[in-house]
């Protein structure tokens, strides 16, 4: 089952998009809503996770769909669905943090700009819009709708976590001639990217403006908590 060549903001792309930020609010209220005993539906959102991403990602590996340089569960947005079901399983602090940066920051970037070449209903169109989506609506669950509170100690490991990841991909991708993660190379795809130079320039500029983005998404959780408010990630 295949779709035809993907175009950027055409219909589907829209509509993916429209479904995306038409969550946001839902999951919110379902969290606020669910405070006073969250384990319960967080572990439910937990399982439909797993459940809507898992069997799309197997369907992405059977022959006829894999493709090296796309299918290995190896890009940041695929370690961010597996932060995002222990996040939601256990409200630990560092996968609650890793949901929230990865969630909310790069998340979004690769849904505006999106590196597809199949549309709708192809296998890797569905596995790209579900996961990428539903690791943002927990991003909100967990921390609008909980209230579980990042913190400078959650940013740091998240930079740290990163960090690693990029070390990682570069000899990887040299290895199997791949460009997971756009280490190695910008996207052939337009993509914000472009605006900042020549590799390796444009990998520094983007680790200090999302270092920047990330405190200021960090700023005002730190702030005096009302005592009616949960408290802190544990």
């Known amino acids: 089952m295949t ?28 969290g606020r809503r669910h405070r006073d005993d969250p384990v319960r539906v967080s572990r439910w959102f937990a399982v439909a996770l797993v459940g809507c991403t898992v069997p799309l990602q197997v369907i992405d590996h059977l022959p006829g769909n894999f493709d090296l340089e796309t299918s290995l569960p190896i890009q940041l947005c695929d370690i961010a669905a597996v932060a ?3 996040a939601l399983w256990t409200h630990r602090l560092t996968p609650v ?37 539903l690791v943002i609506w927990a991003a ?21 976590l990163t960090a690693a990841w990029m070390a990682v991909m570069y000899p990887v991708n040299v290895a199997l001639g791949t460009n997971y993660g756009f280490v190695n190379a910008k996207p052939s795809t337009g993509s914000f990217l472009d605006l900042l130079g020549p590799w390796p320039f444009y990998l520094l500029f983007e680790a200090l403006i999302v270092a920047a983005v990330w405190a200021l998404m960090t700023w005002p959780w730190t702030r005096r908590r009302p005592a009616d408010e949960p408290s802190s990630m544990p």
């Open 3 to 30: 779709g035809g060549e993907f175009e950027p903001y055409g219909v589907t792309h829209l509509v993916m998009l429209a479904i995306g930020l038409g969550g946001v609010v839902p999951v919110a209220v379902l």
């Open 84 to 86: 995002a079901v222990v």
């Open 140 to 160: 909100v669950f967990l921390t609008v709708g909980l209230g579980l509170r990042p913190t400078w100690s959650g940013l740091a490991r998240t930079a740290a």
């Open 97 to 133: 943090a890793l949901t929230y940066y990865w969630g909310l920051l790069l998340t979004p970037q690769a849904l505006l700009t999106p590196a597809l070449a199949s549309d709708f209903p192809d296998p890797k169109f569905l596995a790209f819009w579900a996961m990428h989506i």
